[in-house]
C-alpha cells in the first residue's frame, strides 16, 4: 500500500522560497503508471491543484496561476518528490499536499499525504 | 478554470439518513468528476471517480450520478464514521478544480 509522507520547514519568511519534500514508501515514484502531484489547501479556501510530474517522460505541467513560481522535481534515488514555490507571500499560507495519480484521462488523486502546515510570516 | 459549486455547503444529518451533496460546474465535465472525503488530520480519500464509480474499498452507501454540468453524492444509511467534510474535483480540463466542500454535521 503506497503511502506518502510531506516534510519541510513550517514557516517561510516572505519573499523566500518554500520548499518540501515528500516521501513515498510502498511504491515506487519511477512507476510510469502514475503522476505525482501537489495540491494545497488556504486556511478556510478550497483545495488548489498546483503541478505534477512523470517520471518517464519528465514532463511536468503546472497550474498556470503558479507556474511561474513552481517547480517539481524527483529524486529517484530516495523515492521523493519535492516542491518548491518562489516569492512566496501570505497567500501562500495553507496545507501541503503530496498526491498519486493515475496516469491517463480518469485524473484522480489518490492516495494523499497527510498534508503539512505552511506558514508564510515574518 | 472551469468553476466547480457545491451546495449545500453545510449538512445536518441524523445516523441512518440519506444524504445528498449536489456538485455543479462552470461547465460540462464530461463525468470526469471525483468524490473525496476528508475528516480533519488526516489524509483526504478518494470516494468516486468517473461520475459513478466506487473506488476499491469504499463501502457501497456511497453512490454517484450526474451528467454534464450536475452531479451528486449520496449516502445511503449514514454511519457515523461518516460525518466529514465532502469535496468535488473535476479532471475535465486542466487546471484540475476542486468544489468548497460540504460539511457534513450530525
Known amino acids: 500500500q503506497v503511502q506518502l509522507q510531506e516534510s519541510g520547514p513550517g514557516l517561510v519568511k516572505p519573499s523566500q522560497t518554500l520548499s518540501l519534500a515528500c516521501i513515498v514508501s510502498?511504491?515506487?515514484?519511477?512507476?510510469?503508471?502514475?503522476?505525482w502531484s501537489w495540491i494545497r489547501q488556504p486556511p478556510g479556501k478550497g483545495l488548489e491543484w498546483i503541478g505534477y510530474i512523470h517520471h518517464s517522460s519528465g514532463r511536468t505541467y503546472y497550474n498556470p496561476s503558479l507556474k511561474s513560481r513552481t517547480a517539481i522535481s524527483m529524486d529517484t534515488s530516495k523515492n521523493q518528490l519535492s516542491l518548491e514555490l518562489s516569492s512566496v507571500t501570505a497567500a501562500d499560507t495553507a496545507v501541503y499536499y503530496c498526491?498519486?495519480?493515475?496516469?491517463?484521462?480518469?485524473?484522480?488523486?489518490?492516495?494523499w499525504g497527510q498534508g503539512i502546515l505552511v506558514t508564510v510570516s515574518s | 478554470d472551469i468553476l466547480m459549486t457545491q451546495s449545500p455547503s453545510s449538512l445536518s444529518a441524523f445516523v441512518g439518513d440519506r444524504v445528498t451533496i449536489s456538485c455543479r460546474a462552470s461547465q460540462s465535465v464530461n463525468k470526469y468528476l471525483n468524490w473525496y472525503q476528508y475528516k480533519p488530520g488526516t489524509a483526504p480519500k478518494l470516494l468516486i471517480y468517473a461520475g459513478s464509480n466506487l473506488q476499491s474499498g469504499v463501502p457501497s452507501r456511497f453512490g454517484g450520478s450526474g451528467s454534464g454540468t450536475e452531479y451528486t453524492l449520496t449516502i445511503s444509511g449514514l454511519q457515523p464514521e461518516d460525518f466529514a467534510t465532502y469535496f468535488c474535483q473535476q479532471s475535465y480540463g486542466s487546471p484540475y478544480t476542486f468544489g468548497q466542500g460540504t460539511k457534513l454535521e450530525i
Open positions: 498526491v498519486r495519480t493515475p496516469s491517463g484521462l480518469l485524473v484522480r488523486f489518490d492516495p
Open positions: 510502498g511504491g515506487s515514484i519511477t512507476n510510469n503508471d502514475y503522476l
